[in-house]
């Protein structure tokens, strides 16, 4: 089991940037395929990235050139990296893994990750 917590998120102007972290708990951090989700109000739980074991990556088309997801194995960390941010981007985020056996698969449905980091919460002012 690893426990999952995410830190990073507060309150920013549009076209400002921000970094999120989430640590995890473990000895076994590296097999696990990560993702960034976030939920804002009145709508669904939506993917935002996701990186492989390998370190390969994917994203949402809405954060596409704006928004970069990346592990630090050795720290046990990943990390999404979020610049030029819309009042849109507005939402709660969430880190999430999953065990895989296999380095190159990057998931990208919340329905594919078994463990959940609290949430941050990160607003964006007009």
């Known amino acids: 089991q690893v426990q999952l917590v995410e830190s990073g998120g507060g309150l920013v102007q549009a076209g400002g940037s921000l970094r999120l972290s989430c640590a995890a708990s473990g000895r076994t951090f590296s097999r696990y395929p990560m993702g960034w989700f976030r939920h804002a109000p009145g709508k669904e739980r939506d993917f935002v990235a996701g990186i492989s074991r390998s370190g390969g990556t994917a994203y949402a088309d809405s954060v596409k050139g704006r928004f970069t997801i990346s592990r630090d194995n050795a720290k046990n960390t990943v990390y999404l990296q979020m610049n030029s941010l819309k009042p849109e981007d507005t939402a709660v985020y969430y880190c999430?893994?999953?065990?895989?056996?296999?380095?190159?698969?990057?998931?990208?449905?919340?329905?594919?990750?078994?463990?959940w980091g609290q949430g941050t919460q990160v607003t964006v002012s007009s």
């Open positions: 999430a893994a999953t065990p895989s056996e296999y380095i190159w698969v990057v998931h990208t449905t919340r329905y594919e990750y078994e463990y």
